[in-house]
């Protein structure tokens, strides 16, 4: 089966095998949400290639922030940040999961590529304190705390809780179950950590999972299913180690990556978009309703470890049969 081409105002695409990810998120993008604005996503990453012509008209410069304190600028020499939000923008030669949503950038990572816990921090405090409905917490999830800082995050966790505001990241690319660890964000009470399933809708082999947790597809690795794995993502020009485009034949605008982040970022556009579909039908969007209609429409990984793949399309046609 081909994949039709998809119409976003003048632009027409036909996505490539890259999109595949996308592509079973949305019934091979036959099933999406189709009314409403989506919720603004709040990337608190490395930063940002503004000029990327499948970020440029989603990206909110004026709220977009950096918090590293000698580097005040949004460039993304990382190329992280790009990626992510690329993956939910996507409207051109990739396909985002959310392609109409508003997006804003917290920088909290410098071009050596360090980031710092206290930098994390400070930009989750302030994304809470002005209510961004989904903040997705991407890069350098993987902070193993003690337990004084782990509470200290945790209370900024309960604060967006009583909001409403959805805290989503990345599960951790490590391979392994890390319920009991106290890692930042992701072991953070009513945090959504998200894990990756590969092309086969196997949980990837790089995936760190917890009880109770959502995934989506994001790849594997090489020797799992070759490249047959990889998605594509924007490359920021601020990037200059990234030469996969060369052997993939790309354009140099563009890369492919897999992990867990590439997951939480797909499952942040996910509920952007359904959570502007139930607005706009009148519904109520709270995170317990909107919950139940993830799972609903999800695909069952583990039910015995309550496992789900979420899927945009499986969660549309939820919520039209709740409607008749």
Sequence with gaps: MGYPYLHYG???????????????????????????????????????DKSHSEIQGNLVEAECKSFVPYEPC??????HGTKMVSSVTGKYILKGICPFARVVVYKITDKKGISKLE?????LEEGIAKGYPIINISYRTEYEVDLFEFNRFQALVDCANAQ?????????????????????????????????????????????????????PSGDEYEINYNNDWVMVAKSSFDTEDYLYEVL?????????????????LFSGVVASLSGELIAQG????????????????????????????????????LRQMRG
């Design 10 to 48: 003048d632009c027409m695409i036909k996505p490539n095998i890259y999109n595949w990810h996308v592509a079973r998120l949305t019934d091979h993008f036959s099933c999406g949400a189709t009314v409403g604005q989506p919720l603004t996503i709040l990337f608190i990453d490395t930063g940002v």
């Design 74 to 79: 949004l460039s993304d020499y990382v190329g």
């Design 119 to 123: 930098w994390l921090y400070r930009a």
């Design 164 to 216: 409403g505001i959805w805290v989503v990241c990345s599960a951790g690319n490590d391979g392994r179950d890390i319920t009991q660890e106290y890692r930042v964000p992701a072991n953070l009470k009513g945090v959504y950590p998200i894990g990756s399933t590969n092309k086969n809708g196997d949980i990837s082999g790089f995936s760190n999972t917890l009880s109770g947790q959502f995934f989506a």
């Design 249 to 265: 034949g790309f354009d140099k605008a563009y890369t492919v990556g897999i992990g867990t982040s590439i997951a939480s970022a």
């Design 283 to 318: 519904m109520n969007a709270g995170r317990t309703e909107m919950e139940c209609l993830l799972r609903q429409g999800a695909r069952p990984i583990d039910v015995q470890r309550n496992y789900y793949e979420v899927s945009l399309a499986g969660s549309i046609r939820a």
